[in-house]
C-alpha cells in the first residue's frame, strides 16, 4: 500500500526543480526534473527501485529553481548533505586532492582537498597521491615560484634557501620582477593543462636566443628545463593522435551491484591520468551510475576540456552542458561517438573498466566476504558496505607524552603496514587529545592515506564528539561510531548506545580492531621507556650492552628496576654483586624517591 498517494501530492509546478522523497524527518531519494509535476507523477506509474521509493515514502518536499542548471547544482548539494540510501554516492565524500594556483600578485602552488570560489585555478583532481606528488615535484624544481612565504604572501627579512639555489625569484623580500613572475606562473599553467608541445617550442626558442647572446649558462638552464619536462612526459603520458587535442573520455562495466566507471583524460594527444571509481549499489542502472559521476567529478575538476566523450547517450543533458559551459567560459560538448578513432577510445575505455572490474571481484573473492562487515553496515545504517576501517586511540606514559594510534583493517583484517603512530602536544585533556590526533590525520603527514569507510573512536560520547568536530574542521563527512572500553557498548555521534553480545561479529571485529590500535600505542611508550632506561644505564661501571638488555627485558623501565632487591639484581644471569651495587648507587641519584 502506499504511504503518499497522487491525489495526495501537493500542488507542483511544471517548471524545473528539485524534489526529495522522505519517509518521516530521513531523506531517502533526491532528484532533479525539468517538469517537477510530470517527473514525480511518473514515479506512481513506474516499476523497480522507483516505485519502491514512491510505496515507502509518507512526504514530498520540491524546491522550483530558475532553470536546470541550478536544480543540478541543488541536487548535488542535497545529495552532499542527506546522503539518500536511494541515490548513487560515487564520492562518497573522499576528498581528491587539488593543485592550487593561489589568486594573488605573486601565486604559489599549493596542494588542497577542497575547491572554494576564492578566484584561484583549480587542476584536479589526482585520484593517486603519487602522481600529484610527481608533478608538484617537477615544478617545484623547475620554475621559480614562491614556496616558504606562507599564503597569502607573507613578508620575509631575507630570501630562502630556494632563491640561492635558482628555484625562487623571491618575492617576499621584494626582489622579484612582476612582469617575469607573471611569465612563470604562464609556463607552470601550460604544464597544468598538460600544453607541453608549445611550452616547449618557446623554451627551445628562448634556448637558440641565449646562445646567439652567447648566454650559455642560461641556455644550459634551458635546455635542462626542457630534457627535464620532455622525461617527465614521455614516461607519465602514453602518446596519441596529436589530432585529438583535449578530451575526456569513460568507460563503465558492471556486475550485479558492483560496477566501476574510470575517465581518461586525454591532454594535447596524450593521456594525463585516469579517475577510476568503484561503486556497489543494488538495483542501480548504468545510466544512473554515470549520470552520478559525471555530476559528481565536473563540478569541481578543473580545467574542462572542450569535448566529454560517453560511453552511451543519457537523457537531460543540457542542463550539465549548460553548467559546464558556465565554468568552462566556452562551449563543452557531451557526446557518443559512433565510429573512428574517437569510438576506438570509448572500447579502450570499456575494456579497462571491465578488466577492473574483474580484478575487484577477484580480490573480493579471494579475501571472502567477512561477515562483520555487512553487519556493521546494517547496524549502522551505513550507505556501502565498510572495507577499510580505521582505530584510533590516545594513551600516555605516566600521564605525559600523550600519543596518537591509528590502526587499518581492510577486508575485515589488519593492515599493518599502514599503522601509524603521532606524538601530540594536548596536555592532560582527553577530548583536545583525541580532536587533534584526528585532525592532524586528515590534514598532515597522513592525509594521503586511504579515507576510511568507518572511523573507531576508542572512548565514549565525548571522544566520539571531539573526533566528530576534527573532521568537520578538516571538512569531511565520515561514518564514525565509539567503543566504550567497560562494557563494550558502541557510541553514535548523536549519544545513542548500541548493546550487542560478545559474540556479535561486528563487536568482536571492532573490539580487534581498537585492541590493535591500544597495541600500536603501547609499543611506541615501551620504545621509550627503553630509550629512557637506556640512557640512565650509560656509563654505570659494570653495565654494558648486554646487561642493559638484560635490565630491560626483566623490568621494562626505571621504576621497577630501582625497586629490585640488590640481591635479586645480583643473582641475574650476567650479573654480579660488584655490578649491582654500582647500579644501585647510580640509580638513587638518578631517580628522586
Known amino acids: 500500500m502506499r504511504l503518499v498517494r497522487l491525489a495526495e501530492l501537493p500542488p507542483l509546478p511544471e517548471a524545473p526543480g528539485v524534489y526529495l522523497w522522505k519517509q518521516g524527518e530521513e531523506v531517502l531519494y533526491v532528484g532533479k526534473a525539468k517538469n517537477l509535476r510530470a517527473r514525480v507523477r511518473s514515479y506512481f506509474h513506474a516499476e523497480g527501485k ?118 625562487c625569484l623571491a ?104 579517475i577510476s571509481r568503484v561503486v556497489e549499489k543494488e538495483e ?47 562551449k563543452v560538448e557531451l557526446r557518443v561517438p559512433q565510429r573512428g578513432e574517437k569510438a576506438r577510445l570509448l572500447e579502450l575505455a570499456e575494456r579497462n573498466a571491465r578488466l577492473a572490474l574483474e580484478t575487484e571481484l577477484k580480490l573480493r573473492e579471494r579475501r571472502g566476504d567477512h561477515p562483520a562487515l555487512k553487519a556493521l553496515q546494517e547496524l549502522l545504517g551505513l550507505p556501502t558496505r565498510p572495507y577499510r576501517l580505521e582505530g584510533y586511540d590516545v594513551s600516555h606514559l605516566q600521564g605525559q607524552a600523550r600519543v596518537f594510534s591509528l590502526a587499518v583493517f581492510e577486508g575485515g583484517r589488519p593492515k599493518r603496514a599502514e599503522y601509524r603512530r603521532m606524538r601530540l602536544q594536548a596536555g592532560n585533556d582527553d577530548y583536545a587529545a583525541m580532536e587533534e590526533g584526528v585532525f592532524r590525520r586528515y590534514t598532515g603527514s597522513l592525509k594521503d592515506l586511504p579515507l576510511p569507510d568507518l572511523l573507531l573512536i576508542d572512548g565514549g560520547l565525548g571522544q566520539v564528539r571531539a573526533a566528530e568536530k576534527a573532521l568537520e574542521r578538516g571538512g569531511l563527512r565520515l561514518p564514525l561510531v565509539g567503543l566504550a572500553k567497560k562494557e563494550e557498548v558502541l557510541i553514535t555521534p548523536e549519544g545513542r548506545e548500541i548493546r550487542l553480545p560478545l559474540t556479535h561479529p561486528a563487536l568482536r571485529l571492532l573490539i580487534h580492531l581498537r585492541d590493535e590500535a591500544h597495541q600500536n600505542g603501547l609499543r611506541y611508550h615501551q620504545k621509550r ?32 628496576l630501582k625497586e629490585a632487591p640488590l640481591e635479586e639484581l ?3 644471569p650476567g650479573m654480579n654483586r660488584k655490578a649491582a651495587e654500582a647500579l644501585k648507587r647510580a640509580l638513587a641519584g638518578k631517580i628522586a624517591p
Not at 608538484?136 to 639555489?165: A, E, Q
Not at 622525461?231 to 596519441?240: D, K
Not at 559528481?296 to 552542458?321: C, N, Q
Open 50 to 167: 522507483a516505485a519502491r521509493i514512491a510505496e515507502e515514502a509518507t512526504a514530498l518536499d520540491f524546491i522550483a529553481t530558475r532553470d536546470e542548471v541550478e536544480a543540478l547544482l541543488l541536487e548535488a548539494n542535497l545529495i552532499k548533505a542527506h546522503r539518500p540510501p536511494y541515490n548513487v554516492l560515487l564520492k562518497d565524500d573522499k576528498h581528491y586532492p587539488f593543485l592550487k594556483l593561489t589568486h594573488e600578485p605573486f601565486p604559489t602552488l599549493l596542494v588542497v582537498r577542497r575547491v572554494e570560489a576564492d578566484g584561484a585555478k583549480y587542476y584536479g583532481p589526482f585520484p593517486e597521491a603519487s602522481a600529484l606528488r610527481r608533478i608538484k615535484t617537477l615544478i617545484d624544481r623547475l620554475f621559480p615560484l614562491r614556496k616558504n612565504s606562507g599564503y597569502p604572501m607573507k613578508r620575509r627579512r631575507y630570501p630562502c634557501l630556494n632563491h640561492s639555489m635558482g628555484r
Open 284 to 330: 542501480t542502472s548504468p545510466e544512473e551510475i554515470l549520470w552520478a559521476f559525471l555530476r559528481d567529478h565536473y563540478l569541481e575538476a578543473s580545467p574542462l576540456p572542450p569535448l566529454i566523450l560517453l560511453p552511451f547517450p543519457l537523457e537531460d543533458l543540457e542542463g550539465l552542458e549548460e553548467l559546464l559551459h558556465r565554468r568552462a567560459g566556452r
Open 171 to 274: 618575492p617576499c623580500v621584494g626582489l622579484a620582477d612582476p612582469v617575469a613572475y607573471g611569465e612563470v606562473v604562464r609556463q607552470v599553467e601550460a604544464v597544468l593543462e598538460g600544453k607541453v608541445d608549445g611550452l616547449l617550442r618557446e623554451l627551445e626558442a628562448k634556448m637558440q636566443e641565449a646562445a646567439k647572446r652567447l648566454e650559455f649558462e642560461r641556455a644550459a638552464e634551458l635546455r635542462d628545463q626542457m630534457e627535464a619536462l620532455k622525461a617527465f612526459f614521455s614516461t607519465a603520458q602514453q602518446a596519441f593522435d596529436p589530432e585529438l587535442g583535449d578530451l575526456d573520455f569513460l568507460g563503465l562495466a558492471q556486475a550485479g551491484p558492483l560496477a566501476v566507471v574510470q575517465l581518461y583524460q586525454v591532454r594535447s594527444g596524450r593521456i594525463l591520468g585516469r
Open 529 to 560: 621507556r627503553s630509550q629512557e632506561l637506556f640512557q640512565v644505564l650509560a656509563g654505570i661501571p659494570g653495565i654494558g650492552e648486554t646487561r642493559k638488555r638484560l635490565l630491560l627485558e626483566r623490568y621494562g623501565g626505571l621504576e621497577a
Open 570 to 572: 645480583a643473582s641475574l
